[in-house]
């Protein structure tokens, strides 16, 4: 019976020692138990790729929930922990300047030319806006129609770089166009926004030029009659604060092209303004309210002005502009409606016009106030343009205006190195009785008529004052020495 006993004992004692072994196998099992980093790689690969191959990109694929934000890539770590989880290493925290992006394909945009793509691209911005420091991108090789539309801080984080690689075109179906709408595609009350790329903003104004000759296409006919009759800027910035825009082509504008108004620190660079030059009134780019601005390096075609520097504008810098078809460069209309007006600090030069109406030139309404002072236009090169050089204090762009005396006061005019072929007349200064132009000055001012096909007008100055530094072909001797007898005081209300 005890030998029973014993042996009792060693069968329960050795049962027990292998119940235990198999918890303590299971215990190990279930804790190393993880998913090979190869297959947790290809998981991630399926999950976040998206069809235009962005690594690592967390965006939508049809406009759905969710920001669009592609993360940036990871810095790299020099010595990467391995994650409890999976077992592959952690990589290193994106750095805080890397910028997200937007793609509006990833918000539904269809790029077709036909589908209104307006709400994918407002997706896109609100996104962008949001993060900040981001790029809202329109890829190329798409055709994205847009509506009227808005991408407005003040909310918006700064530094958002719009990248335009691909067309926006304007629908042309009267629906779109609200009666009194003045832009197509605005931004506003931004902070360090930038427009760059190599894409295009058409704006199919041909269907709102209803005053010319252009080649409108007969399908448009019952269309353009049905559009609002004051026409739409293609691109407008207003209240923005450091801005650039560079690279893009806009063509075709319903009306100006690209807008400044209340902006400071402004950059407009290697841009292409395209639109024929029987389109009515369709600035390059028009300036108002707006200081500290560079334009260089542009090539511009329109039916208005190439550059247009209206009140409120200074410290403004422009060269190496091509223009031509259009207007010339043009300070004005200033004074409208008997309105205050004030220019001042405006530097134009290295600047080729051809086939232009006018070269340089300043023009006030009739009963304005305020002054326009320290312009200087230097380097010009004209070829077959009318007038060359134009200040006209009668300006007037109805049949007939009301005779007024007081007028913008002008002043402190320089023309240097201005030089080629006109078709018209080579100078007309016609200045205010009331308030003479003052402080004119002209030095290496060399025009030449272009043959004798045209009808040639002299040089014309009406109270103008001012010196020749050098002598000008042709001779300027209506131009008066010294300063006005009848130059009035300024009042507080011309003072600007």
Partial sequence: MRCFGLLLFLVLFLLCS????????????????????????????????SRHGHSGGGGLGGGGGGSGHLSPPPAPSPSPSPSPKT???VPAPASPKSAGVFDVLDFGAKGDGVTDDTKAFEAAWAAACKAGDSVMAVPAEFEFLVGPISFSGPYCQ?????????????PTNAKYWA?????????????????????VIEGRGSVWWTDTDSDVDPTHDELSSNLPQIKPTALRFYGSYNVSVTGITIQNSQQCHLKFDNCEAVQVYNI????????????????????????????????????????????????????????????GGLGRDNSKACVSNITVRDINLHGTMTGVRIKTWQGGSGSVEGIRFSNIRVSEVQTPIVIDQFYCDRSSCKNHTSAV???????????GTYTVKPVHFACSDASPCSDISLTRVELQPLQERYHMYEPFCWQTFGELFTPTVPPIACLQNGKPASNRILSDHDLC
């Fill in 87 to 89: 077992g592959s290493p």
């Fill in 158 to 170: 700064p530094n958002i770089v719009f990248q335009l690689d691909g067309m926006i075109i304007a």
């Fill in 272 to 331: 292409t303004i395209a639109s024929p030059g029987n389109s009515l009134n369709t600035d390059g780019i028009h300036l108002q309210n707006s200081r500290d601005v560079m334009i260089h390096h542009a090539n511009m075609s329109c039916g208005d002005d190439c550059v247009s520097i209206q009140t409120g504008c200074s410290n403004i810098n422009i060269h190496s502009v091509d223009c031509g078809p259009g207007h010339g460069i043009s300070i």
């Fill in 18 to 49: 292998n119940f235990d072994g198999c918890e303590g196998k299971r215990g190990r099992h279930w804790k190393q138990r993880k998913t090979p980093p190869s297959l947790v790689r290809k998981k991630e690969r399926a999950k976040n790729g």
């Fill in 409 to 419: 006061a002008l002043s402190g005019i320089a023309y240097e190195n201005i030089k």
């Fill in 179 to 199: 009666s009194g709408l003045l832009w197509w595609i605005e931004f506003t009350k931004l902070k360090g926004i930038v427009i760059r790329g190599s894409g």
